[in-house]
């Protein structure tokens, strides 16, 4: 399916009304409809034409959101790249996406035309419509290749599961350039035609003063934005659990503690799902019926889930169409059309899944993903570092972070942060920088990262 058959449902069938709040502006959808058609002529004029890539280097905004939908209709294929990055992470995505535009803040002034009409670009439902970069077990990060089959199989599946409709108010803090907010977020209010507020980020200062304000019914977040709002007063917590329909987790496991801690300040029951760049939202607990803490519950419509060795296995329209320009990368990660997810799993004898952990080191941090071989590799070229190690740590805030176990001839932790913090995301800057006579391996030379841990 082209994905604009979708979102025809709202810029078309509800033109009228309001789609999107923006920094104190609304705008309807027919605004959304004709903002995209010039971001889409534009793009023509700068020789984008259906397969070719377009980078956004951009926070959430709504020339974020037209640049999407421009790129729908086009048949450009749109690489969001995290806000967070720096330069050595842009490049390694630039190249290899090889797009034929970069967009950034400063070209958001001449990204316009005056032409109010939708170009048509004849697409199916396997052309790709966004290449998300995910870093899988190795250092660097490949791109996902999700299709618009992809994107409207998990949009659909969640507006039925979920039942968002046009009564609901969403609020969407998360950041769009990941699949959370992009996959889900914006694919269930331009399919769904629910008005949503767009914030710039999720701010735990200024949260409270945006849902007494905007009075949403419906919220995604991860496990960070949760926690963060357990410190809300307990007044003001029922008053916006009473107007709320339906607050959802995903992207990192919810502490249980969590869990319960909201149901109790908010009158409300999280309802935390399970999803993955490569694959969209593949469980999820039910709208009705239990919500069972600390299990991401069944499989959604359509989904084949199963586990081998102890390894979520999935199958389904809504996995992606491989890694670019990685056939052996691709290859390997299915067997007989089955993705191997990496997570580890099992399933209860009334069908609840409920994950374990993951096969690799995958540290999530705030919802963000860190490789750890990534950032050993960056130490490893800082003088001085011998050999290093990251694990991530528990912490309660973001769920895990990373710290760093260095050997060194000279060790100096203070410009050895400095050097991750001018040359990475914030995310993936250790914690903490500990120097070790030597790291623990086994006889196979294999790091034993849980004792490090320890
Ligand atoms: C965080 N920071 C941001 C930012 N989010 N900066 C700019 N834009 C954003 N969107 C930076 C801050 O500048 C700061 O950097 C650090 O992160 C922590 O900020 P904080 O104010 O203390 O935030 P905190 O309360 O910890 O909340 C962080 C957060 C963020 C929850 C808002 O981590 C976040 O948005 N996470 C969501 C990630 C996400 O959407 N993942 C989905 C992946 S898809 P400094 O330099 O001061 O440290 C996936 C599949 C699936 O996993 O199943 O969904
Ligand atoms: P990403 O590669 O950024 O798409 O992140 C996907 C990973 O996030 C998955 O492989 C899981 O490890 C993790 N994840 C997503 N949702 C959950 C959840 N509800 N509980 C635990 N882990 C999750």
Request: glycine content about 8%; overall charge negative; hydrophobic content about 45%.
């Amino acid at each position: 399916m082209n994905l604009l058959h979708l979102f025809d449902l709202s810029l078309i069938a509800r033109a009228n009304e309001i789609a999107l709040e923006w920094e104190g502006a609304e705008f309807t959808f027919g605004e959304i409809e004709r903002r995209s058609n010039r971001v889409s002529h534009a793009l023509r004029a700068r020789g984008l034409s259906k397969g070719d890539r377009l980078c956004v280097y951009l926070g959430n905004r709504i020339e974020l959101v037209d640049i999407y939908l421009a790129c729908v209709k086009l048949g450009v294929i749109f690489v969001p790249i995290n806000i967070l990055y720096r330069d050595r992470e842009i490049a390694h995505i630039t190249n290899d996406a090889e797009p034929r535009l970069v967009i950034t803040d400063a070209d958001l002034a001449e990204l316009t035309s005056d032409r109010d009409d939708r170009p048509l670009e004849d697409l199916d439902g396997d052309s790709p419509a966004a290449i998300i970069y995910t870093s899988g077990t190795t250092g660097a990060s490949k791109g996902a290749v999700l299709t618009h089959n992809n994107f409207a199989a998990n949009a659909v599946n969640l507006l039925t599961m979920w039942q968002i409709t046009d009564r609901d108010r969403f609020l969407l803090a998360l950041p769009l350039f990941h699949i959370h907010a992009l996959g889900n977020g914006l694919h269930c209010w331009l399919a769904g035609g629910c008005r949503m507020r767009l914030l710039e980020r999720f701010d735990h200062r200024t949260a409270i003063d945006e849902f007494r304000d905007f009075r949403p019914t419906l919220f995604f977040g991860v496990p960070t934005i949760y926690v963060r709002l357990l410190d809300t007063p307990p007044e003001i917590a029922r008053e916006i659990g009473d107007r709320m329909r339906l607050f959802v987790s995903g992207s990192a496991p919810l502490p249980v503690p969590v869990f319960e801690r909201f149901r109790d300040l908010f009158n409300h029951t999280i309802l935390e799902r399970y999803g993955m760049t490569e694959t969209f939202m593949t469980l999820s607990n039910p709208l009705t019926g239990e919500r069972r803490a600390g299990t991401v519950g069944f499989p959604l419509p359509g989904i084949s889930v199963s586990i081998d060795d102890g390894e979520l296995f999935v199958r389904g329209p809504n996995v992606f169409a491989g890694y670019w320009r990685r056939p052996d990368a691709t290859a390997a990660a299915f067997t007989d059309g089955w993705f191997h997810t990496g997570d580890l799993a099992t399933r209860s004898a009334d069908g609840y899944y409920t994950l374990l952990g993951r096969k690799s080191d995958l540290i999530i941090s705030g919802g963000f993903n860190v490789y750890p071989r990534e950032i050993e590799e960056f130490l490893l070229e800082q003088p001085g570092v011998a050999e290093a190690a990251v694990v991530g740590v528990a912490d309660g805030l973001r769920g895990e972070v990373p710290v760093a176990f260095i050997v060194a001839t000279s060790f100096d932790a203070d410009a050895l942060e400095r050097a991750c913090r001018d040359n990475l995301a914030s995310f993936k800057v250790p914690r903490r920088f500990v120097q070790v006579d030597s790291i623990p391996r086994t006889a196979l030379g294999k790091v034993q990262k849980h004792l490090l841990a320890q």
